[in-house]
């Protein structure tokens, strides 16, 4: 205990460090976030001058899998070695893919560095949630939840505009280059100031069930990705990736409970608060990417916004979670409980949903707004709670792969949404196009469900008529769904155990080796264990 307090003593000392290192996170954490909005909107320009039109869904599918596979891989690796040498070389890794995918000469090498590119990326939000959790008791955590969400907000609005004004102006390449002085600078910053114990573990690192859990990701993940587009979902290689990604992941529990120093050991699970905010994460991850990826179009198709903007289209929803995650923050630094706000949230999310899924094609945008503001607040009141009680839920010592599994459930959460509600729009555009303007309805979307606006102005009056009310038939569709799953966050939160929160506080329990981040390297502090 003396240890203990001399390091939250040695911490009030270095107010000014703790900023450094904090505004560094969150420069990291923009670039995680704001990449493949940026990249996305450049890749039309990209195509046209490399080619390879058939290989275009790989340049973001091969940054996606390379996340979510390395993703918990280096969550164990700043458990098993030190957080901050496991951080600084996600971010070195990551800006050499950026300088490598920038110098790329056709389709195949830029697939290549995204790959590259995506195994740094997966370290960097993980990094940045368990670097927090090591400077930052959870008490004193709700404090930095409104930064999070402002940093998630601006790079869901910034990103497309950003991403079209350097494309513009200065080329395609330096959507990729942008990321080389932002990195440096956060880089700099957390060498010079950022100070954790040092850890030496003596165990090996669990190869095979890395090896394991890296083939049932990707597998899972291009499942979501490749069904019902690049291959039908009844098709015999979706069949193949499901059966392969089943099998490695039983595998995979099977030697996490045999390996001495597992990649995401299973007792983590034992804690129920944990696994709920598990649940809470994947149906987080499932409601948000899906309504980032309808509203745009329904607004642009059906309101007839432009698509230039599309960024601030989720103004009111992205403000009001914003907004409530601040106050969130506020409520649980100043309170110590928490529980509360996951069950509001899911109440929320659920009638947000809902709301959504009632818009047809004479919903004004002020009226779509207010719903998307209802979404918005019940995302914020779940959005950083889920990892402030995960990592309350788990001693220090499993701080990295507790934010490294409630990042990627939160990931697969993603990409599980995206491509159940965009299946399920798409067959409901098709089926409607196809009732109301017959043969030249279903020519029209043959191809793809979602049309741009310079497709949509081509189409005769009755056809842009028939796809608008398409368009909104598969919202409904899609956000009807949203609404359903999102009851099992609601389910999962009333079942949250209200655990005091960690770190100092009045009503708190001791200060418990969480602001160790800011002292020297000396030998480890505390767990949790060690000093409850």
């Not at 993603?414 to 491509?419: D, I, Q, W």
């Not at 043969?439 to 191809?447: D, M, N």
Request: glycine share 12%; net charge positive.
């Amino acid at each position: 205990m003396a240890d203990n307090k001399e390091a939250v003593i040695e911490t009030e000392k270095q107010p000014r460090s703790v900023r450094v290192v904090l505004l560094a996170l969150m420069i990291t954490m923009m670039l995680a976030m704001l990449d493949n909005m940026i990249v996305g909107t450049a890749m039309p320009t990209i195509v046209g001058e490399l080619g390879g039109l058939q290989h275009l869904s790989w340049v973001v599918t091969a940054y996606t899998l390379a996340t979510a596979a390395s993703t918990p891989i280096w969550g164990k690796l700043g458990d098993m070695y030190g957080r901050k040498g496991a951080f600084m070389t996600s971010i070195v890794i990551f800006l050499v893919g950026s300088a490598l995918s920038g110098m790329a000469q056709d389709m195949g090498q830029l697939i290549g560095f995204r790959a590259v590119q995506g195994l740094g990326a997966g370290g960097l939000m993980v990094g940045v949630m368990a670097i927090i959790g090591d400077l930052i008791p959870p008490r004193e955590r709700g404090k930095y939840q409104g930064m999070m969400a402002g940093i998630m907000a601006l790079a869901m609005i910034g990103g497309p505009l950003i991403g079209g004004t350097i494309t513009d102006h200065w080329g395609w390449r330096w959507s990729f280059y942008i990321n080389l002085p932002l990195g440096i600078v956060a880089l700099l910053a957390i060498s010079a100031v950022l100070h954790l114990p040092k850890k030496r573990v003596q165990a090996k690192i669990d190869y095979l069930g890395a090896g394991l859990l890296a083939l049932g990701i990707s597998s899972i993940v291009l499942v979501t990705t490749w069904g019902g587009s690049e291959y039908a979902w009844g098709s015999a290689r979706i069949m193949e990736l499901i059966g392969i990604g089943v099998a490695a992941l039983v595998g995979f529990v099977f030697v996490q409970t045999k390996a001495a120093a597992p990649i995401m050991p299973l007792h983590i699970f034992r804690s129920r608060n944990f696994t709920l905010m598990s649940i809470i994460g994947f149906i987080t991850g499932f409601v948000m990417f899906g309504a980032t990826l309808f509203l745009p179009l329904y607004q642009q198709s059906v309101q007839g916004a432009s698509a230039t903007n599309s960024g601030l289209l989720l103004l009111p929803m992205l403000g009001a979670m914003l907004v409530t995650s601040m106050v969130a923050g506020r409520v649980t630094t100043g309170t110590g409980r928490y529980k509360a706000f996951p069950i509001v949230g899911g109440i929320l999310m659920a009638v947000g949903l809902f709301l959504l899924s009632q818009m047809d094609t004479s919903t004004t945008r002020f009226t779509s707004g207010l719903y998307m503001a209802v979404l918005g607040l019940g995302m914020g009141c779940l959005m950083q709670i889920t990892m402030l009680v995960a990592q309350n839920s788990v001693e220090m010592k499993d701080m990295g792969v507790a934010s490294s599994s409630t990042t990627l459930f939160r990931t697969l959460g993603s990409s599980f949404g995206v491509a159940i509600m965009g299946a399920l729009f798409n067959q409901r555009v098709q089926d409607v196009m196809t009732e109301r303007a017959g043969a030249l309805g279903s020519k029209v979307t043959e191809q793809s469900a979602q049309l741009d606006a310079a497709s949509l102005a081509k189409l005769p009056a009755a056809a842009r008529e028939a796809y608008q009310y398409a368009v909104s038939s598969g919202t409904h569709s899609a956000f009807l769904l949203g609404a359903v799953v999102s009851v099992g966050a609601l389910v999962a939160a009333v079942f949250v155990k209200e655990v005091p929160l960690r770190g100092a506080g009045a009503g708190a329990s001791e200060p418990e080796g969480s602001a160790e981040g800011a002292v020297s390297d000396s030998a480890p502090k505390p767990t949790v264990a060690e000093t409850v």
